[in-house]
């Protein structure tokens, strides 16, 4: 049974630019959460999602970050241009319902030039 | 701000010792879980401890939680050099986790 899979696992964007990460939840999860960790600092929640709905976005800074989960696919958490301190590993995890453990992924490191 | 805070930042043992790191929380939780990030990878889930629970143990783990005090301790027995990594505690409030910035355990074989 596949893990949580991120993918990219290191993105490289200028200044301006679009990031796109992408997550797969753990097969039969449909609960799906982001953190973004900045070097030498604990995660940080940004959003939480359930198939096609944001049940928590209260961690995400509220201009150029978005979050979805469609029916079909990965949920993507979506960054508009970039800026450097958008720079850190963000973390996708899943988990079978909204108060079981949540399985992480080996993170996508965004680096901005 | 971050609702965990671990203690201490840094750790460093001899293998074969025990490892005790501690976990300070702000407000009323439902349960506090303890994660394991080894460099570069994502978090693996170690223990979880509910709010009406004062210990628990899985293998040479042992997870103690006060809620009086708002802390919980992780005890790792019988260290050894594979458990070298960041220790993180996060508390479950209502659809939100929270992590500390955790405790970086090393483990000198």
């Known amino acids: 049974n596949a893990g949580v899979m991120q993918n990219p696992r290191h993105l490289v964007r200028r200044r301006g630019q679009e990031a796109r990460l992408r997550c797969s939840p753990m097969?039969?999860?449909?609960?799906v959460y982001w953190y973004r960790q900045l070097p030498e600092e604990g995660l940080k929640f940004m959003v939480y999602?359930?198939?096609?709905?944001?049940?928590?976005e209260s961690g995400m800074p509220k201009e150029r970050f978005s979050a979805e989960f469609p029916k079909e696919g990965p949920s993507i958490l979506r960054i508009q241009q970039v800026v450097r301190g958008d720079s850190a590993a963000y973390f996708c995890?899943?988990?079978?319902?909204?108060?079981?453990?949540?399985?992480f992924g080996d993170g996508t490191r965004l680096s901005i030039l | 701000s971050q609702q965990g805070e671990e203690d201490p930042q840094a750790l460093s043992i001899q293998e074969g010792e025990n490892a005790t790191m501690n976990c300070s929380y702000k407000?009323?939780?439902?349960?506090l879980q303890w994660y394991r990030q080894n460099s570069g990878r994502g978090l693996v889930h170690l223990i979880l401890?509910?709010?009406?629970?004062r210990e628990k143990h899985s293998g040479r783990l042992r997870v103690t939680l006060d809620t009086s005090k708002k802390s919980s301790s992780l005890l790792i027995t019988a260290s050894r050099a594979a458990d070298t990594a960041s220790y993180f505690c996060?508390?479950?409030?209502?659809?939100?986790?929270?992590f500390g910035t955790g405790t970086s355990l090393t483990v000198i074989p």
């Open positions: 996060a508390t479950d409030a209502v659809l939100q986790f929270y």
């Open positions: 097969k039969g999860h449909s609960h």
């Open positions: 407000t009323s939780i439902n349960n």
């Open positions: 999602l359930q198939k096609e709905n944001i049940i928590d």
């Open positions: 401890i509910r709010s009406n629970e």
């Open positions: 995890a899943s988990s079978i319902t909204g108060d079981q453990p949540q399985h």
